[in-house]
């Protein structure tokens, strides 16, 4: 049986940070596109598509539709092939939805909350017909049990490279003491201006460094003892990450998170929000989670790291740790070759990895 990965490097990811990086580390080979593709980008249009609301959806485009009649095509012959969409949400359409394939098999990943997902792709066709999906967290486990049954939901967590991100005992923590943001994607933007406005009104001695698209700097414009950055190196953000006293990250929805799990493998404490599959990510070791829309919780939370070096100290730890022994991607990609037996029904001994 052979297993081809579908994926992509997301562009606002650093370089070693994303899911297309647990492609290095599983039995599948990456999918290359062939004759049809080839063929369907000279002759099918995206025109052709235009009356079928289900392909009109952000994400999805006319390369990645042509891409997916390919593998239709593919799957019209007996190979044992498993394809595994690492991007659902973005590449899958077509491709699970054909019920004849044989003894193919059609995987996707699923990244976006509930929440969001629900909203996307208004018809779940393709979710329900898949041969199996892969999540990232429990939370989304009881959202996606409505379209498949509970044994082809697999969860695997997501990972990061605990080789490059990690801490340096001889780069110190900044003084005064400075909080990280990284991102944009369903972060929450007024609960972060709020809590950064209040710590200075209440004089904590505490800086921010925001790392967001130059596009975001707008609304994040004059913010007491705040940085906005863009467009820095990786390491230049690895070194943000090692010096900075805290990861701070309201989310307002959320599975999992590159920045936090960057954070946690640099040995970097986590202030984030209660929602979605944080908690599974982040626990009481590893930082500190309030609830959402709660700027004193999170200014509370900023103090204490501002006053407390120990508890810097002993939440970074736990946090390398978690990386380490729980979403290094050797770990993460281990379970998910069990994850692929399992889909293919390969007798193996049991592994943490299962369906729910």
Not at 246 to 273: D, Q, R
Request: glycine residues 6%.
């Amino acid at each position: 049986m052979r297993i081809r990965l579908i994926y992509n490097h997301i562009t606002h990811h650093a370089r070693l940070s994303g899911y297309d990086m647990m492609a290095r580390y599983t039995l599948g080979d990456a999918y290359e596109t062939g004759p049809v593709y080839r063929f369907a980008k000279k002759y099918v249009t995206w025109k052709r598509l235009e009356k079928y609301r289900v392909y009109h959806t952000p994400w999805y485009g006319g390369d990645k539709m042509r891409r997916e009649l390919e593998v239709i095509v593919r799957n019209f012959l007996p190979r044992k092939t498993l394809t595994h969409f690492y991007y659902a949400e973005n590449d899958l359409r077509m491709a699970s939805t054909c019920r004849f394939r044989w003894n193919n098999k059609v995987v996707g990943s699923f990244h976006q909350p509930p929440e969001f997902l629900d909203k996307h792709v208004e018809d779940k066709t393709y979710i329900r017909r898949a041969d199996a999906v892969v999540v990232v967290a429990r939370s989304q486990v009881d959202y996606m049990a409505q379209f498949l049954p509970r044994d082809r939901i697999f969860v695997v967590p997501h990972g990061i490279h605990v080789q490059y991100w990690s801490p340096d005992p001889s780069v110190p923590r900044d003084d005064p003491p400075s909080f990280v943001f990284v991102g944009w994607w369903l972060r929450d933007l007024d609960l972060t201006k709020a809590a950064i406005h209040r710590c200075a009104e209440v004089g904590l001695p505490a800086r921010f460094k925001i790392v967001t698209a130059q596009e975001n700097h707008e609304h994040l414009r004059d913010l007491p003892n705040t940085d906005l950055l863009s467009g820095i190196d990786d390491d230049q953000l690895l070194d943000a990450y090692r010096r900075a006293t805290g990861l701070f990250l309201p989310l307002k929805m959320s599975t999992a998170n590159n920045a936090i799990l960057e954070s946690m493998a640099c040995g970097t404490p986590v202030i984030s929000t209660r929602t979605g599959g944080i908690p599974e990510y982040v626990d009481p070791s590893a930082g500190i989670l309030v609830e959402p829309g709660d700027v004193d919780g999170a200014v509370d939370a900023i103090r204490r790291l501002c006053e407390d070096r120990e508890l810097v100290a002993r939440l970074g730890a736990g946090g390398r740790r978690r990386a380490e022994s729980l979403y290094a991607w050797e770990v993460v990609g281990e379970l998910m070759n069990d994850g692929y037996r399992r889909i293919l029904g390969i007798r193996q001994p049991e592994k943490n990895v299962s369906a729910v």
